[in-house]
C-alpha cells in the first residue's frame, strides 16, 4: 500500500487528496479557509499538533516551517503539543540523538529511565537529578572530543531547562521552545493536549463521538476499506466493535491503558485491565445514550488519535505530517457522514530548502554545531 510521498507522486494522487481536503500549497491552503465554526475568532486560525518530543527531525520541523509562513500570511497559529500519548511511543521523547557518534538506529541520550517511563503519559514521569546528571556528563564529554563547545554558554543555556523542570512533559516543553525559538525564531502559540481535554467544549464532543460509537466505528472501518482498495496504506488498524476513543491512567503504576466497552444487559462499561491486575471500570449508561461523564470526573483519561474531531470546529484548518494527513480522511469521513461536521482542510507541510539542509540531524545538533545560536539567553518561557 502507498504512504504518502508515494501518492505525491502522481497527478491521481495528488488529486485523491485534493477530493479529500488534503492541500499541497500553502497559498492555496491559506485561501481555501473559513473563520472557525465554533470559536469567538474573527480571523482564519489554523494549528499544528505532534506529540512533546526532546528533539525533532524534519517532519515535524517542516509543519513549524509551514505555520511560521501561515502566520506571515495573516493566519494565526496554534500549536498542539500532545502530552497525554506514552513516553515510549516515540524514542525523540526520552531522548536526543547526536550524529556520528550516536546514530538513528543507536539509542543516543536519555533523560529519564526509558525502561520505566515506556508506559507513562510524559506529564506522568518524574526526573531523577541523577539519570539527567549522568546525561549531562557524558554528552559533554562527547562535545569536549567533537571540539565543538568553545563557548560554555551554549551548553549552559541548553541545559539550564533540565534543572527546572520536575517532570517530563515540562523538560520537553521548554527544550522544545528553546530549540525552536532559536531556529525560527517564531513559536506559535503553546497549547496542551492535557489542558485541552479538560475544556467543557471538547468532553462535549467526545461525548457526541461515544452517544454514536456503533455508526462510527462503522464509518471508520468503512473508509478505512476505501483506502486500503484504493491501494493507500490509511495508517490505521480496523476499529473493533469494543472501540473506544480514550485511555485512563492506572493509579497503581501509572500505567497508561485503553478503554474497552464491556456490554452487560442494556448496559455499557468502560473497562481497562493494566498489566498490575488493576480492573478501571465506569459507566457509560444504556444503549443510545452512552456518554463518557464518568471518565471525565478522574483527570487521568485521555483521549486517542481521533482528537482532532473534537477541535475541528475550533479552527479553520490543520497543518499535518504524512500519517496523520491519510488516517485523517477516515476521520473526515466519520465526522462528514456520522457527526455531521464539516471537516476542516489539511496542509501537507511543503518542503523547505532551508529546514531541509539544516536539520537532518535534529534541532540539537543544530543548535550545538551552529555557533551563532546560543544567544536567546533571556528568553522568557
Ligand atoms: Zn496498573
Same mark, same amino acid.
Given at each position: 500500500?502507498?504512504?504518502l510521498?508515494e501518492?505525491?507522486?502522481?497527478?491521481?494522487?495528488?488529486?485523491?487528496?485534493?477530493d @479529500?481536503?488534503?492541500y499541497?500549497?500553502?497559498?492555496?491552503?491559506a485561501d481555501?479557509?473559513? *473563520?472557525?465554526? #465554533?470559536?469567538?475568532?474573527?480571523?482564519?486560525f489554523?494549528y499544528?499538533?505532534?506529540?512533546?518530543?526532546?528533539?525533532?527531525g524534519l517532519g515535524?520541523t517542516?509543519?513549524?516551517?509551514a505555520?511560521?509562513?501561515?502566520?506571515q500570511?495573516?493566519?494565526?497559529?496554534?500549536f498542539?503539543?500532545?502530552?497525554?500519548?506514552?513516553a515510549?511511543?516515540?524514542?525523540?521523547?526520552?531522548?536526543?540523538?547526536?550524529p556520528g557518534? /550516536?546514530?538513528e538506529?543507536?539509542?543516543?541520550?536519555?533523560?529519564?529511565?526509558?525502561?520505566?517511563? *515506556?508506559?507513562?503519559e510524559i506529564?506522568?514521569?518524574?526526573?531523577?537529578k541523577r539519570?539527567i546528571?549522568?546525561?549531562r556528563?557524558s554528552?559533554?564529554?562527547?562535545?569536549?572530543?567533537s571540539?565543538?563547545?568553545e563557548?560554555?554558554?551554549?551548553?549552559?543555556?541548553?541545559?539550564?531547562y533540565?534543572?527546572?523542570?520536575? @517532570?517530563?512533559?515540562?523538560l @520537553?516543553? =521548554?527544550?522544545?521552545?528553546?530549540?525552536?525559538y532559536?531556529?525560527?525564531?517564531y513559536t506559535?502559540?503553546? /497549547?496542551? =493536549?492535557?489542558?485541552?481535554k479538560?475544556?467543557?467544549?471538547?468532553?462535549?464532543?467526545? @461525548?457526541?463521538f461515544?452517544?454514536?460509537?456503533?455508526?462510527?466505528?462503522?464509518?471508520?472501518n468503512?473508509?478505512?476499506?476505501?483506502l486500503v482498495?484504493?491501494?493507500?496504506?490509511?495508517?490505521?488498524?480496523?476499529?473493533?466493535?469494543?472501540y473506544l476513543?480514550?485511555f485512563?491512567?492506572?493509579?497503581s503504576d501509572?500505567?497508561?491503558q485503553?478503554?474497552r466497552?464491556?456490554?452487560?444487559g442494556f448496559?455499557?462499561?468502560?473497562?481497562a485491565?493494566?498489566?498490575? $491486575? #488493576?480492573? /478501571?471500570?465506569?459507566?457509560?449508561?444504556?444503549?443510545d445514550t452512552l456518554?463518557a461523564?464518568?471518565?471525565?470526573?478522574?483527570?487521568?483519561?485521555?483521549p486517542?488519535?481521533?482528537?482532532?474531531?473534537?477541535?475541528n470546529?475550533?479552527y479553520s484548518?490543520?497543518?499535518?505530517?504524512? =500519517?496523520s494527513?491519510?488516517?485523517?480522511i477516515?476521520? #473526515?469521513?466519520? /465526522?462528514?457522514n456520522?457527526?455531521?461536521?464539516?471537516?476542516?482542510?489539511?496542509?501537507?507541510s511543503?518542503?523547505?530548502?532551508r529546514?531541509?539542509?539544516?536539520? $537532518?540531524n $535534529?534541532?540539537?545538533?543544530?543548535?550545538?554545531?551552529? =555557533?551563532e545560536?546560543?544567544?536567546?539567553?533571556?528568553?522568557?518561557?
Amino acid at each position: 500500500m502507498k504512504n504518502l510521498q508515494e501518492i505525491l507522486e502522481t497527478e491521481n494522487g495528488r488529486t485523491f487528496l485534493k477530493d @479529500n481536503g488534503v492541500y499541497l500549497d500553502t497559498k492555496e491552503f491559506a485561501d481555501s479557509l473559513d *473563520r472557525p465554526r #465554533n470559536a469567538n475568532c474573527s480571523e482564519k486560525f489554523v494549528y499544528g499538533a505532534q506529540q512533546l518530543y526532546l528533539d525533532y527531525g524534519l517532519g515535524v520541523t517542516l509543519k513549524i516551517a509551514a505555520l511560521k509562513e501561515l502566520e506571515q500570511l495573516g493566519v494565526a497559529t496554534d500549536f498542539i503539543w500532545i502530552d497525554t500519548d506514552k513516553a515510549g511511543s516515540d524514542k525523540l521523547i526520552t531522548r536526543f540523538l547526536w550524529p556520528g557518534i /550516536m546514530d538513528e538506529s543507536s539509542k543516543g541520550y536519555s533523560v529519564v529511565s526509558v525502561k520505566r517511563s *515506556r508506559s507513562k503519559e510524559i506529564r506522568f514521569v518524574e526526573l531523577d537529578k541523577r539519570h539527567i546528571e549522568n546525561t549531562r556528563r557524558s554528552f559533554a564529554e562527547v562535545l569536549k572530543a567533537s571540539e565543538i563547545e568553545e563557548d560554555g554558554r551554549i551548553f549552559t543555556n541548553f541545559w539550564r531547562y533540565f534543572q527546572s523542570a520536575v @517532570n517530563l512533559q515540562e523538560l @520537553n516543553l =521548554s527544550t522544545t521552545y528553546f530549540l525552536l525559538y532559536n531556529y525560527f525564531d517564531y513559536t506559535p502559540r503553546s /497549547m496542551l =493536549s492535557s489542558k485541552i481535554k479538560e475544556t467543557q467544549s471538547f468532553k462535549n464532543e467526545v @461525548n457526541r463521538f461515544i452517544a454514536q460509537i456503533d455508526d462510527v466505528i462503522f464509518e471508520a472501518n468503512k473508509s478505512v476499506e476505501r483506502l486500503v482498495n484504493a491501494d493507500i496504506n490509511p495508517q490505521v488498524h480496523e476499529f473493533g466493535e469494543d472501540y473506544l476513543p480514550l485511555f485512563v491512567t492506572c493509579e497503581s503504576d501509572l500505567r497508561r491503558q485503553p478503554l474497552r466497552r464491556v456490554k452487560e444487559g442494556f448496559d455499557s462499561y468502560g473497562v481497562a485491565n493494566c498489566n498490575c $491486575g #488493576n480492573e /478501571m471500570k465506569f459507566y457509560l449508561g444504556k444503549k443510545d445514550t452512552l456518554s463518557a461523564d464518568d471518565v471525565f470526573e478522574k483527570e487521568n483519561w485521555s483521549p486517542d488519535v481521533t482528537l482532532p474531531i473534537y477541535i475541528n470546529d475550533s479552527y479553520s484548518g490543520a497543518v499535518v505530517g504524512k =500519517s496523520s494527513a491519510l488516517y485523517g480522511i477516515v476521520l #473526515n469521513d466519520v /465526522m462528514k457522514n456520522v457527526l455531521g461536521k464539516d471537516p476542516i482542510p489539511m496542509l501537507v507541510s511543503p518542503v523547505d530548502p532551508r529546514v531541509t539542509r539544516d536539520i $537532518g540531524n $535534529g534541532l540539537i545538533p543544530f543548535y550545538f554545531t551552529k =555557533s551563532e545560536l546560543g544567544m536567546v539567553s533571556n528568553l522568557d518561557l
